[in-house]
Nanobody, 114 residues
Framework: VQLQASGGGLVQPGGSLRLSCAASGTLVTTNGVAWYRQAPGAQREWVATLAAGGANGYADSVAGRFAVSRDNAANTVYLQMDSLKVEDTGVYYC?????????WGQGTQVTVSS
């Protein structure tokens, strides 16, 4: 199983970014995919999940601003991030669990700064 995260960058407060997580070796329709982030000097924290069945969940800090979706044909999960804040800065990782093993993508840097 491999996960390839991309789409990070530098954006001003209030701006938007869309992160992608392309999976190989398994299907995103049979394994839920979660997004995590890690700010400098902080622990990694959960951001959002898109379950295999399509249900989603969000951390309180991003609810109403972030949205997860997927493209089944591309076997890719997306994280649309709107109304970005400085505190959203960090490295974003996608992750899934398959057969009790958690897999991580390599991370993509998101910097929100004026």
């Amino acid at each position: 199983v491999q996960l390839q995260a991309s789409g990070g960058g530098l954006v001003q407060p209030g701006g938007s970014l869309r992160l992608s997580c392309a999976a190989s070796g398994t299907l995103v329709t049979t394994n839920g995919v979660a997004w995590y982030r890690q700010a400098p000097g902080a622990q990694r924290e959960w951001v959002a999940t898109l379950a295999a069945g399509g249900a989603n969940g969000y951390a309180d800090s991003v609810a109403g601003r972030f949205a997860v979706s997927r493209d089944n044909a591309a076997n890719t999960v997306y994280l649309q991030m709107d109304s970005l804040k400085v505190e959203d800065t960090g490295v974003y990782y996608c992750s899934l669990v398959r057969r009790s093993v958690r897999y991580w993508g390599q991370g993509t840097q998101v910097t929100v700064s004026s």
